[in-house]
């Protein structure tokens, strides 16, 4: 009887693989996936000199910039250190414009952020497609609107001659109110118009998320007895979780965006006690006050705050198990 050969065959070793093998399969990826690389190229190069190439810049909140010097005040500007940072925190604005930038954006992100998130959960209940289309599409148009167009339609409404609202006071024997001048409604407009923009946008993410959630798991809990707050309590909103969690990290690091243009665009002197923000008030010592260096030192400052607020929340929602960003 033949004697069997037991001894198993010789492998020859595949890792690592050749680096020439490796270079070919990054051309044919490439070959193979080349529109989808000429898609991204004009998002890069918008970040390349819109975002990026601006950050050098920055190196004039440690100058006292002269801006008649041109390029070359880059290099012949005295250094002055971290003074303009000092001047800026013990400056009589600081508390004042950080604790509004702070207001602003907590009432923006405490009924802002929910809201898109309720509107989707009501929308993903209706069964009429007509309807849920047409209440989208609703929704979701004044996204697309400038806050410039936004603006004018805020004042023409709030306006003391012809006002909607204004109207609506004098119908129930009230006087005309200039809303926009009163501290005391101020903030609410902000938040209610911001509100208003951003609902329908903000749902689509949500609801997108909702249509890869598995029916079976709507149809077991019907069938164990479940009503509709409780498959959305316990089976919608734990599938969207990431979707949640993701959209928070950006709110939070946003957090100091209190919406510079909207203010901008609406605020008055009158408001400034309860509107001045970060923002603007770099924009009336930058570009008003043609104070370069100081302004872009409160810009930094800004950054900096955000990007530890945005690793932060990105921990904590790792902590808690969801996603995060990295």
Avoid at 210 to 236: C, H, P, R, V
């Amino acid at each position: 009887m033949d004697q069997i050969d037991l001894s198993l065959p010789k492998i020859s070793p595949s890792f690592p693989p050749k680096k020439s093998g490796q270079f070919l399969e990054t051309l044919r990826g490439l070959k193979r996936d080349r529109f989808y690389y000429l898609l991204i190229i004009l998002p890069l190069l918008y970040f390349l000199v819109f975002r990026y190439l601006p950050m050098l810049g920055v190196v004039i909140a440690f100058q006292d910039y002269d801006p008649f010097l041109g390029i070359e005040g880059f290099w012949t500007s005295p250094w002055v250190g971290f003074t303009h940072f000092t001047n800026f925190i013990k400056s009589i604005f600081f508390w004042r414009i950080i604790g509004n930038t702070l207001i602003i954006s907590g009432l923006k992100l405490l009924f802002g952020f929910p809201a898109p998130i309720i509107l989707a959960l009501l929308l993903n209940e209706v069964r009429s497609t007509l309807f849920k289309r047409a209440v989208q599409n609703i929704s979701y148009l004044p996204h697309f609107l400038s806050m410039v167009v936004v603006a004018g339609l805020v004042r023409s409404m709030l306006t003391v001659q012809g006002g909607l609202f204004n109207q609506i006071v004098r119908l129930f024997g009230g006087d005309p109110i200039a809303f926009l001048t009163y501290p005391e409604y101020f903030r609410g407009i902000l938040v209610g118009t911001t509100l208003w923009q951003e609902i329908g946008w903000g749902a689509i993410l949500y609801l997108a998320a909702m249509s890869t959630i598995n029916i079976e798991l709507y149809e077991a809990a019907a069938m164990d007895g479940a009503n509709k707050f409780q498959q959305a309590l316990n089976i919608t909103l734990p599938g969207i979780a990431y979707v949640i969690a993701i959209q928070l990290i950006f709110s939070i690091g946003g957090l100091l965006n209190a919406g510079f243009e909207q203010i901008l665009l609406l605020y008055s002197p009158g408001v400034y006690g309860v509107a001045d923000i970060i923002d603007t008030y770099v924009y009336r010592n930058g570009l008003l006050g043609r104070q370069y260096s100081f302004a872009a030192a409160v810009g930094l400052f800004k950054s900096l705050i955000a990007l530890l607020l945005m690793v932060g929340a990105n921990r904590v929602a790792k902590w808690v198990g969801q996603p995060g960003l990295w």
